[in-house]
């Protein structure tokens, strides 16, 4: 089917275009080479610019920031002298021979560069990991783009470093939301929230309020979030709410309409009105807050001896401190992948997936397993690689969690996904890659 897809004019430009991008990344270590030449031969202290990057600046006409870049690189990526005039290798190696071959650009030269800078401030870390990372870092950069590169660049910090930056006592108070009355009577407003269960909670609910309400609504992102927390506020202004300043009066109600039916439960409220209008809306209870479901992910080892950190589901990192805290206050869901207790076989049972398998694909899959794509769990559909319909198990070697486009994609029957010792594999049609090299999806994962 892929194969005639692309008719022979087609795939050429297709040929060229991608020999241009080629060309491009080689003409870009070039460059990176020719800024060497000019700091070995002092050019700016000639010239009078005192460096390379105000030389840039002004022969080059691009910004302080750009400048400052190109020169970093070039002393990253270039062959050193030593003081003894002997020469050196690059301090990047590896990344600089796929550099210089134009596999990898400046982007994921960048997400390299600042991940080695991050390593360099480990303690312990010995000098054949460091430059072990280096070289499974550009070893990915050669099939990840610089997005998902930095995925895996995280994941590797967390491996040689997995306390991390344990936040100073007293960082609530970094929190914080300012809003400015105008004189027109809008708001506006703009917040911060450090701690990351905090922002996972937000998250939750704003996102879930946010939904659109069908292919055709025509709100952007950021407008559905705004109206989502309107939502929130209205709900709280009603009778029962978080913020009703009424229930005091008749605590056993919640209202001050002295008629009303003693037997009256004390968390009785009425259902917030829906954002569309359905028929005959009716009132009813409302549960109050009560205990938070945590879904998270850690070492019990590392949990016990108050070292290490966990994952929360959107992959923000929390130190065990806080990990302990949440514990006092939420339900827990262990994530034992495989344990008596989670049943992740359903085989043809049925169709869907059981909570267990979904929170199993959450955990392995991170969001959209899709090599080239960072969308959220909550925003991804539990995909059958050989379908129900065909006989295909609802098992956790038989799904990949995909979003909304890239399970339209698959479907598409150009690209074939495939899981291989518990990993998805994802082959590309040939007109994206002429050999089909499969690409490892889901969760970025350090080898131990």
Same mark, same amino acid.
């Given at each position: 089917?892929?194969?005639?897809?692309?008719?022979?004019?087609?795939?050429?430009?297709?040929?060229?275009?991608?020999?241009?991008?080629?060309?491009?990344?080689?003409?870009?270590?070039?460059?990176?080479?020719?800024?060497?030449?000019?700091?070995?031969?002092?050019?700016?202290?000639?010239?009078? /610019? *005192?460096?390379?990057?105000?030389?840039?600046?002004?022969?080059?006409?691009?910004?302080? @920031?750009?400048?400052?870049?190109?020169?970093?690189?070039?002393?990253?990526?270039?062959?050193?002298?030593?003081?003894?005039?002997?020469?050196? @290798?690059?301090?990047?190696?590896?990344?600089?021979?796929?550099?210089?071959?134009?596999?990898?650009?400046?982007?994921?030269?960048?997400?390299?560069?600042?991940?080695?800078?991050?390593?360099?401030?480990?303690?312990?870390?010995?000098?054949?990991?460091?430059?072990?990372?280096?070289?499974?870092?550009?070893?990915?950069?050669?099939?990840?783009?610089?997005?998902?590169?930095?995925?895996?660049?995280?994941?590797?910090?967390?491996?040689?470093?997995?306390?991390?930056?344990?936040?100073?006592?007293?960082?609530?108070?970094? /929190?914080?939301?300012?809003?400015?009355?105008?004189?027109?009577?809008?708001?506006?407003?703009?917040?911060?929230?450090?701690?990351?269960?905090?922002?996972?909670?937000?998250?939750?609910?704003?996102?879930?309020?946010?939904?659109?309400?069908?292919?055709?609504?025509?709100?952007?992102?950021?407008?559905?979030?705004?109206?989502?927390?309107?939502?929130?506020?209205?709900?709280?202004?009603?009778?029962?709410?978080?913020?009703?300043?009424?229930?005091?009066?008749?605590?056993?109600?919640?209202?001050?309409?002295?008629?009303?039916?003693?037997?009256?439960?004390?968390?009785?409220?009425?259902? @917030?009105?829906?954002?569309?209008?359905?028929?005959?809306?009716?009132?009813?209870?409302?549960?109050?807050?009560?205990?938070?479901?945590?879904?998270?992910?850690?070492?019990?080892?590392?949990?016990?001896?108050?070292?290490?950190?966990?994952?929360?589901?959107?992959?923000?990192?929390?130190?065990?401190?806080?990990?302990?805290?949440?514990?006092?206050?939420?339900?827990?869901?262990?994530?034992?992948?495989?344990?008596?207790?989670?049943?992740?076989?359903?085989?043809?049972?049925?169709?869907?997936?059981?909570?267990?398998? *979904?929170?199993?694909?959450?955990?392995?899959?991170?969001?959209?397993?899709?090599?080239?794509?960072? *969308? *959220?769990?909550?925003?991804?559909?539990?995909?059958?690689?050989?379908?129900?319909?065909?006989?295909?198990?609802?098992?956790?070697?038989?799904?990949?969690?995909?979003?909304?486009?890239?399970?339209?994609?698959?479907?598409?029957?150009?690209?074939?996904?495939?899981?291989?010792?518990?990993?998805?594999?994802?082959?590309?049609?040939?007109?994206?890659?002429?050999?089909?090299? @499969?690409?490892?999806?889901?969760?970025?994962?350090?080898?131990?």
């Amino acid at each position: 089917m892929s194969e005639r897809v692309l008719g022979v004019v087609e795939r050429e430009a297709l040929d060229r275009a991608r020999t241009r991008l080629v060309a491009l990344r080689v003409e870009q270590f070039r460059l990176w080479g020719d800024i060497a030449e000019l700091e070995r031969l002092g050019v700016a202290e000639q010239t009078g /610019d *005192r460096s390379s990057v105000r030389l840039l600046q002004e022969c080059g006409n691009v910004d302080q @920031p750009e400048a400052k870049r190109l020169v970093g690189e070039a002393a990253d990526l270039t062959a050193r002298v030593s003081l003894r005039g002997e020469p050196l @290798p690059p301090r990047l190696p590896v990344t600089a021979t796929v550099a210089e071959s134009g596999e990898i650009h400046s982007g994921h030269v960048t997400v390299i560069r600042e991940t080695m800078t991050r390593l360099d401030r480990v303690d312990g870390l010995s000098v054949a990991d460091w430059f072990g990372a280096e070289r499974t870092l550009a070893e990915h950069a050669r099939v990840l783009p610089p997005r998902m590169l930095r995925r895996y660049a995280k994941a590797l910090i967390e491996h040689f470093d997995p306390d991390g930056d344990v936040p100073p006592e007293g960082e609530g108070a970094c /929190d914080e939301l300012q809003v400015v009355r105008r004189r027109d009577g809008s708001l506006a407003f703009k917040g911060h929230l450090h701690d990351p269960s905090d922002a996972e909670a937000f998250l939750e609910v704003i996102d879930g309020l946010a939904v659109p309400f069908g292919p055709d609504d025509p709100r952007s992102l950021e407008r559905r979030r705004l109206d989502g927390l309107k939502d929130l506020v209205h709900d709280a202004r009603r009778p029962g709410g978080l913020a009703d300043d009424t229930s005091h009066e008749h605590p056993d109600t919640g209202t001050d309409d002295t008629g009303t039916d003693d037997t009256e439960s004390d968390d009785e409220a009425l259902i @917030p009105e829906p954002r569309r209008p359905e028929p005959s809306p009716r009132p009813g209870p409302v549960d109050r807050p009560g205990r938070a479901l945590l879904t998270i992910t850690m070492d019990h080892r590392w949990l016990q001896q108050a070292i290490g950190h966990g994952t929360l589901d959107s992959g923000a990192l929390v130190d065990p401190h806080t990990v302990r805290r949440l514990a006092c206050d939420a339900d827990i869901v262990p994530i034992v992948l495989g344990s008596r207790s989670e049943p992740l076989d359903v085989g043809r049972l049925q169709r869907t997936v059981t909570d267990a398998i *979904r929170r199993a694909l959450n955990l392995r899959d991170g969001g959209c397993a899709f090599p080239s794509c960072s *969308r *959220r769990p909550r925003r991804c559909h539990a995909h059958h690689i050989r379908y129900w319909f065909h006989g295909g198990p609802t098992r956790l070697d038989n799904l990949v969690l995909l979003c909304r486009f890239h399970h339209q994609l698959i479907h598409a029957g150009h690209w074939n996904v495939e899981i291989h010792h518990g990993r998805p594999w994802f082959t590309p049609p040939p007109w994206i890659d002429p050999d089909q090299q @499969p690409r490892l999806g889901g969760r970025p994962r350090v080898p131990l």
